[in-house]
Nanobody, 121 residues
Framework: QVQLVESGGGLVQAGGSLRLSCAASGSINRINTMGWYRQAPGKQRELVAT???????NYVDSVKGRFTISRDNAKNTVYLQMNSLKPEDTAVYYCNADVVRFVTWVPSIYWGQGTQVTVSS
């Protein structure tokens, strides 16, 4: 099995910063793409940022220049540094990983449990 555990969410004022972390553990051979998604109340889950094992990065337009995704392959961990936060960034943030397990040798998508980010105006 594979578990993704997120941390770092919370309440912050507009203009503030938060750093999210997501650590993957379990029977992991390798992790391909890792990413962050978010879901605001009444809205669909949307992609925020992704990063491949080789370091290629993609951001949704609304966070470009404010958020930075990074990963530590040795620790199977992905980070999301969020600066200049806005009230519209309020959502539950989920991490996501494309994992190849030792047992199956087939890539599968895993999700974390989510962490709440609330930005007050």
């Amino acid at each position: 099995q594979v578990q993704l555990v997120e941390s770092g969410g919370g309440l912050v004022q507009a203009g503030g910063s938060l750093r999210l972390s997501c650590a993957a553990s379990g029977s992991i051979n390798r992790i391909n793409t890792m990413g962050w998604y978010r879901q605001a109340p009444g809205k669909q889950r949307e992609l925020v940022a992704t990063i491949t094992s080789g370091g290629s990065i993609n951001y949704v337009d609304s966070v470009k220049g404010r958020f930075t995704i990074s990963r530590d392959n040795a620790k199977n961990t992905v980070y999301l540094q969020m600066n200049s936060l806005k009230p519209e960034d309020t959502a539950v943030y989920y991490c996501n990983a494309d994992v190849v397990r030792f047992v199956t040798w087939v890539p599968s998508i895993y999700w974390g449990q989510g962490t709440q980010v609330t930005v007050s105006s």
